[in-house]
């Protein structure tokens, strides 16, 4: 078959049968497809994209591309479940929900990303724990899931590698924002990961690559019902990305934030209850609760008795980070630190959470190029939500950054991403937390 056929047909507007698919895939791995080639075809996708049956064929082809997980006779003690995030600004409920959901009665293994664009990664945030292996061999993370029922790491290089290959080559060539492409990069690792149960959390707004409701909506809907076909029960939320979440933004910042919620010493209200609520459909789907509202009665308990924070210190130890994470995570501290001060009195009204998010990778927090080294140090916190109330020269943020020059920029381009309005005029309107629910989750509490 030859690519260049494949190719055709795509760029002039026509379905791609299973066999063009898989042999897409296969050339992917075994290099039969150059990187030009690959990457013409994935812009005709994008131009022309791709219907249902197609982008199944592609999620199969993909995942069958490496080792498929099988945990059936790993000695594991409940359901194997997951939650995968499309990518925002402080978004730290990995971090949070893989302890909580395995301290519940669910084993998570967690394969997780670096940051991409303005988005944060959940590696990076772990790697800012001194020793913590992201690439455990396959033994050592069978023993973490065992002892501490979660385990986030990367996706080992065995596992959907037709994916691995066009990811890098989509990331430079403005060939990640398709429906299909997403769709089938996301689902083929998790379900060559093993799982029998996912929650997607399909983010929106000014801080999300799907900034409006109908795009989000269809990567959503593409997701369950792509992954329905391919026997993993999935659900998805839709959830607001137009302001950050949580306090913090940046990796040690970040990780620490999640460290005082699952300890009890402290908690941003959005980013505990996007947790739960993410948490308590992943116990439903898994049969460890029978509705929302029991299953966040475990999840509270989980919470209050430390039983979620002894799961996240397990996963840890036994990946080689901080013996002793809850007391001592043994993280670093940027240098230079300084309060962004609003211009005048009022009330946020609106949040630009991309330039955030592009402002913590600046202060060097994220990567231009794939190979760049981050400074885990790095980023914002005690963010002030979009309708708070300040007067002038107060607070907006803290700037965490390397040296007295990166702050004094960081300063200035951190206050021009908030937008206050007098507080004469009517209240500024944010996103709900929680906006859609796929499938309709009907025993949720309505908020
Ligand atoms: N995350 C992925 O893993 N793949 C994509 O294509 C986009 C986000």
């Excluded at 949070?96 to 519940?104: D, K, M, Q, S």
């Excluded at 379900?191 to 269809?218: E, H, T, Y």
């Excluded at 999640?258 to 300890?263: E, G, K, Q, T, V």
């Amino acid at each position: 078959m030859l690519a260049q056929e494949t190719i055709r047909r795509k760029r002039d507007g026509h379905a791609l049968d299973a066999a063009q698919i898989a042999d897409f895939v296969a050339g992917l791995v075994d290099g039969r497809w150059s990187d030009s080639q690959a990457a013409a075809l994935a812009m005709a996708i994008v131009c022309r994209g791709m219907d249902a049956a197609e982008t199944a064929s592609l999620t199969r082809a993909m995942t069958h591309s490496g080792t498929v997980l099988d945990w059936r006779d790993a000695g594991m003690r409940g359901p194997i479940l997951d939650k995968h995030s499309t990518g925002g600004v402080g978004d730290k409920v990995s971090l949070i929900l893989a302890p909580l959901v395995a301290a519940c009665g669910g084993v998570v293994p967690m394969v997780s990303g670096r940051g991409l664009g303005h988005t944060g990664g959940t590696l990076d945030k772990l790697q800012a724990l001194p020793g913590y292996e992201v690439t455990p061999a396959p033994e050592r993370l069978r023993q973490v899931l065992r002892e501490a029922g979660c385990a986030i790491v990367g996706a080992h290089e065995t596992l959907a590698p037709a994916d691995r290959r066009l990811y890098a080559i989509r990331d430079v060539t403005a060939t990640v924002e398709s429906v299909a492409l997403i769709t089938a990069s996301i689902l083929s690792k998790k379900i060559a990961a093993g799982l029998q149960g996912l929650v997607m959390d399909v983010k929106v707004g000014n801080g999300a690559f799907a900034a409006d409701l109908p795009s989000a909506r269809a990567l959503a809907t593409s997701l369950v019902t792509v992954a329905a076909q391919a026997g993993l029960p999935t659900v998805a939320s839709l959830t607001a990305m137009d302001q950050p979440l949580g306090w913090t933004a940046g990796n040690a910042l970040e990780m620490q934030e999640a460290i005082d919620l699952l300890s009890g010493r402290a908690c941003e209200p959005r980013l505990l209850e996007l947790t739960c609520h993410l948490s308590a459909r992943l116990l439903v789907q898994g049969g460890l609760a029978p509705t929302s509202m029991q299953a966040r009665d475990r999840l509270q308990r989980a919470l209050d008795s430390g039983a979620a924070a002894e799961c996240l210190a397990r996963m840890v130890r036994g990946l080689g980070g901080p013996p002793d994470v809850l007391r001592d995570a043994r993280l670093p501290r940027a240098p230079a630190q300084g309060d962004v001060a609003a211009p005048c009195a009022g009330m946020i009204a609106a949040i630009d959470t991309r330039a955030l998010g592009l402002l913590v990778v600046e202060l060097g927090g994220g990567r231009s190029r794939p190979g760049d080294t981050i400074d885990p140090a790095v980023g914002l916190s005690a963010l002030r939500p979009i309708g708070a109330r300040v007067d002038a020269g107060e607070p907006l943020a803290r700037v965490h950054a390397a040296d007295g020059p990166a702050l004094a920029w960081a300063l200035g381009a951190a206050a021009s991403a908030f937008t206050i309005q007098p507080l004469e005029q009517p209240a500024p309107v944010a996103l709900p937390l929680v906006i859609e629910c796929l499938p309709v989750d009907l025993q949720a509490p309505v908020r």
